[in-house]
């Protein structure tokens, strides 16, 4: 068997495969072997499609940069045709029949898949614990969280299943499972990539999917390879020359300014210590690479930005769980978990004017956002301000979830969610995940592209991520600085 498999990214076992020294079906073998010995302790991936994947690499993958690389999908987004589709949900169980548009453009690159990860109940929460399928463990300790809502992904490229997974952003979910498990992940600019053709404007395009990875230049050879128009996209990032992304990583970028924040923007979010020393090192290792770093941040009202978050993803949620149960039946919406069906319930209590009103605070984030990056190139920040936590911290607790189901069942008597959104109740139960996606849902909100890079290490052997946040369509520079870092040799190591 091919023991060296996991020291390998994408892109060097594409051209070991390329070259003859190994085959796609000795690399799909040793990726396989990594699963079978890994995920009972990780649970990182909840279904497989093993034979299926044997049978392409015997049949023919398509030529493209990355034929015969083993690979992962979130079960969420992506639509896999002929593979189920649960959501992390107890509910939902749908076959596809077709790919979604970027699966389709996925496979083009010669990619063999063989599962689908772990994900919480339609990405809601950043842990992977969903009740259908149980926690992802953190590849670093067991029983500690591997994050959201790529947590499953996240654990897998960290613990050398596969080099590279898919997963999908809209409020930190590539970025926050890659700072708790020690890998690259980088959110793309608002409609870089396909969202479609099901759905095309996640959470009011807050949504972007991508990869994560454990090399800057696996994300960006993939990357190039997505990119680009959909037919009816809401959205369109600036189109790219073909291998633009993967060029930036082979070159420094010239001198930047960028802009360090320390405060998270959420009330009464704290930074752990250990979080602030690996952001004031980062900032030192920026300067001694010849870049310029000053202390600023934009000029947001957090309290307004939260809750205007709030009201555009229970919005969603509540369009989601209504929109499945008209195209495939009510059982697959009977038995969500108690926070999404209080979401749902939010939603649907919520007017017009509620979400018109958030989608102008959005605005005002993006510009106070976008005055900032007219003095600065980017803006450094913690990704996530503590490290991973243990199993059961970020879920709803036992009286929470009472609480929530209480609320379910007097909903059709009174119009409790409206009562619930305008009470602490939101705050209260919210807290504990919203302060800890401070850093993140600024680059979900403005559309900018952002990106987690394996920075540091606590004292307890835990990943720390520091998050990069650039101007719009600027993928390019942060993939030059991410390679700048991974070249000097600052990247922490993943689990393996």
């Avoid at 790529?150 to 997963?167: C, D, F, L, T």
């Avoid at 952003?169 to 890998?183: E, K, L, Q």
């Avoid at 409206?418 to 109740?425: A, G, L, R, T």
Wanted: charged residues 20%; glycine residues 10%; aromatic residues 8%.
């Amino acid at each position: 068997m091919f023991k060296e498999y996991p020291q390998y990214d994408a892109l060097g076992l594409a051209q070991l495969i390329k070259s003859g020294d190994i085959s796609a079906k000795e690399a799909l073998e040793a990726a396989i072997y990594q699963a079978n010995k890994l995920n009972p302790k990780l649970n990182a991936i909840i279904h497989r499609f093993d034979e299926r994947a044997f049978n392409a690499a015997q049949q023919g993958l398509p030529q493209g940069i990355f034929t015969g690389v083993p690979y992962l999908l979130k079960d969420l987004n992506y639509l896999f045709a002929d593979e189920p589709i649960k959501m992390g949900s107890r509910s939902v169980n749908i076959v596809p029949t077709e790919d979604s548009e970027l699966v389709r453009r996925m496979k083009a690159t010669g990619i063999n898949t063989f599962g689908k990860t772990n994900t919480p109940e339609f990405g809601l929460i950043i842990t992977t614990e969903p009740k259908s399928f149980g926690a992802t463990h953190n590849p670093f300790k067991k029983g500690y969280s591997s994050g959201g809502s790529s947590g499953g992904s996240a654990a897998a490229v960290s613990a050398g299943i596969v080099p590279m997974a898919g997963g999908g952003d809209g409020g930190g979910s590539i970025r926050f499972p890659s700072a708790w498990c020690g890998v690259f992940g980088l959110k793309p600019s608002r409609g870089r990539n396909p969202s479609g053709p099901l759905y095309a404007e996640g959470w009011e395009g807050a949504v972007a999917d991508h990869v994560i990875t454990r090399s800057v230049r696996d994300s960006a050879a993939m990357l190039d390879a997505t990119a680009g128009r959909e037919v009816g996209a809401a959205f369109l990032a600036e189109s790219s020359d073909q291998g633009r992304f993967l060029d930036a990583t082979k070159t420094p970028p010239k001198s930047l300014k960028i802009a360090l924040m320390r405060e998270p923007l959420f009330p009464g979010a704290k930074v752990d210590k250990e979080v602030t020393a690996v952001l004031e090192q980062t900032g030192r290792q920026l300067e001694d690479m010849g870049h310029r770093v000053d202390y600023d941040t934009p000029k947001i009202d957090s309290d307004r930005m939260w809750r205007d978050f709030f009201t555009v993803v229970c919005a969603h949620t509540a369009y989601l769980v209504e929109d499945l149960e008209l195209r495939y039946g009510k059982q697959q919406v009977a038995n969500l978990e108690p926070q999404t069906r209080n979401m749902a319930m939010i939603g649907r209590s919520l007017s017009v004017m509620d979400l018109l009103k958030a989608k102008q605070g959005w605005h005002e984030v993006q510009y106070q956002t976008g005055l900032i990056l007219e003095q600065y190139d980017m803006i450094l920040c913690p990704t996530v301000p503590t490290a991973a936590v243990k199993h059961g911290v970020l879920p709803p607790g036992r009286i929470d979830e009472l609480l929530l189901n209480v609320s379910g069942l007097i909903e059709k008597g009174i119009n409790i969610g409206k009562w619930i959104y305008n009470s602490s109740i939101v705050e209260r139960l919210s807290a504990p995940v919203l302060s800890k996606m401070a850093f993140t849902t600024l680059g979900n909100i403005t559309g900018l592209p952002a990106m987690s890079v394996p920075l540091g290490m606590t004292s307890q052997g835990l990943p720390i991520g520091m998050q990069f946040i650039g101007r719009m369509n600027d993928e390019a520079r942060l993939f030059g600085l991410a390679a700048q870092f991974e070249s000097a040799g600052l990247f922490t190591d993943p689990a393996i």
